[in-house]
Structure formats: C-alpha cells, structure tokens
C-alpha cells in the first residue's frame, strides 16, 4: 500500500461539471480553507453552507476575503486535513510559494498547493447586511491532488479540538471574554491528549497568537 | 466525477502488508468503530492510541469487545465516517446483516459493510488493569472498500460534537454527573447548527438513549 489515492493515473484531475456532493461539501456546513485574489493570494479558514439545496458563504466585512470576493466574485474552497493550516490561514498571511494556480474563467485562480481538493466557486447574487457579505455559490471547477493523499483522514478528536479551539480563539480576539479562554483551553488539552505531531504544533502556534 | 475512490479497478482491495499510516491511523488516537466475534459479531467506538511508535487500545472490562478480544486475540478496526452508526454502535447492538467477514489466520474475521476502510490486528501482550485490558497492536490484514467511498470526508463541527456528545453521554451514564448533559447540550446545538441530516438524525437517537 503506498498510500491513498483518490483518482488513478492523473497528478491533479479537474473537472468542470462539479458534483459537489463527491467532495464532500453537503448540507451543513464544510470547514474549508478559502483562497482569493487575483493579485495577490490570501487564504482563511471559512465554512461553505449548505442549506435548503442552496449554497452559500458569509464573509465577515474589513477581511482580506471579503475584499477578493467582492472585487473578484470568485473564491476557491480548499480541503486541508492540516491543523496548522487551519491555524495558520486564521492568524497569519500565508507565504505566496503556497499557492498554485487554476485557469477559470480565463483567470488564473488561486488555491492551495497543499489541498487534497478544491472547487472553484462563482459567487453571485451578493448581499450586505451590516458585518458580513453574504453571497450564493455556484461551483464551476474542481480536482482533486491526489499527490497530497498520503493517509485517510480517520476522526480525530485532537483534530477536531484544534478547529473548535481556533474558532474560539478569534471570539476571544473580538470580545476579549474570559469565557472563549476556558473553551481553548478545554480543547489544548484534549488535541494533546487525542492528537499528533501536528495537532500540538497547531496548539503550541495558537498559544503563541494568543500571548498565553 | 462519479465518486471519491481510493483505489481503482478493485471494489474491495486487500493488503497483507500493512502500512497503518496510509489508513490514517497516526500518533494520536484514532476514532474507529471496533468489531470483534467470531461466533456473534459485536461493534462499539474505540479509540487506537498510537504512542511513541506503539499501537495499542484499552478496552473497558465487562463489555462484548473486552470478552471478545480476550478470547480471541484479534480485533477490526473501522473506519467510518457515519455520525449515526457511531452512536448506534455505542449504545445499540448492530444487526448481523452490517457485518462482511474477511479471512485472516485462519478465521473468518467480521468487518463493517458499510467501512470505508478496515484494518484487522492480532492483539498481544494483554494486560489487565483495574478497569481495563490493554493489548498491544499488529496490523495483519486490511483493505479499503471503495464501493463506500461516495464522498470526501470533509471536517464538519457537528459531525466532530456527534463524537464529542457520544463520549459525554457515556460518562454520564456512568456518573449521572450534570456536567455531562451540559456538555451534551452544547455540543447538540452545534450537530444542528453544523451538521446535516445524518449528524440531526445521530443527535436524536442520543437524546432517545439519554431520555432527553
């Protein structure tokens, strides 16, 4: 067994009638790592909802992502089983070498070399309300890289503790409430109870950020 | 794009040399569903610990697994991505019909249909403690099952607090201590937020079991 592949024969296999269900994204919300711009790339963890048949994204007004996605009316959806990618692309910008790029549309679109897949999203009838942008996505390109399909990615709760530690660490930013520190540090002890290398590298980063 | 299919022209593929770190059993603890049984297969959520180079599980005395694996030596570890069958394999007993079996030593060994990946273990070295058995873990047999690949396991929080209210309610059982239905409850409100239908459906026989 030299690993797990999800598509023979191909380094990357596109496609551009999507089926986005085939990756994953399904009714709920899927936490992905989202890429934009054009000019000059930039990625952050956002989950793509599903609801009702309807697809769609909320971005949060003043980001990097709510600049691209309203200039550009496009985004990549990227699927990353790293947590210190997660951790990463929520508090830091990451290094342009980690960037490939995709013809769309006759752009050549961003997404992240490091993603077992992605789908290039249009974004259409976009909507303001006062701290987000909300906006309907219409898939138009997707692949696979099956290079970065070295494992399954089994449940992991330490996995699991980094992301709802990460969500909790930008409310803690935001609000300063002594209660999202309780939440981070509920789950730094269990991505080092449950987790590997690369959940406590995450953890470790996520301190950092934190100043704790 | 008809599917997510890890290996190609084989609808089910073996390997007898296995290498357990491309079926994502990694440091950490992997959450698996664990079947066991020769006579009357038997499945329950488990967790294979991966610590400084050795594979080993502990496993509760007085349950199916416990007998099982102390009489036969052998345990299948699963992997699966289905909210739903964590719970009902938690607190219900599976039917015959959702098990395959696989020959190994000798035996006629009993997987999940529905896994997409399994990996069957000789256990050794036993040892019992006050509570528990822990063996020692090696790999012998294992394969993907791609007719079970449909979709890419994208990380979904409700699907992650599905797992996290599962391990809640089982100590509440046991203890009857508040603090678990408290944990329980948040984490439901996030399955019904971030899941999709299998997390809601999974959440509502959880609170069926607890009387909720």
Known sequence: MTGFSPECGKNRSE???VDL???????????TIISTGLESPNAAPIGIIVKGGRTFVRLFKGTHTWANVS??????????YDPLLFVRSTFFDLEPSEFDYVPVHGLSFPILKTASAWVVFECT????????????LTPIK??????NWKS??????GFNAVLEATVHATRYQLTGEE???ELIRHYESLASKCGGENEKKAMKLLYEVLGL
């Open 15 to 17: 496609s551009s009638a």
């Open 21 to 31: 269900s085939s990756f994953g994204i399904r009714e709920g919300i899927s936490e």
């Open 71 to 80: 200039k550009e009316k496009h985004l990549a959806s990227n699927i990353v």
């Open 125 to 136: 009838d976009l909507k303001n309300t006062d701290h987000a942008l909300v906006a309907d």
């Open 142 to 147: 997707a692949g696979f890289n099956e290079a």
């Open 152 to 157: 399954l990615p089994v449940p992991n709760r």
């Open 179 to 181: 209660k999202y520190l």
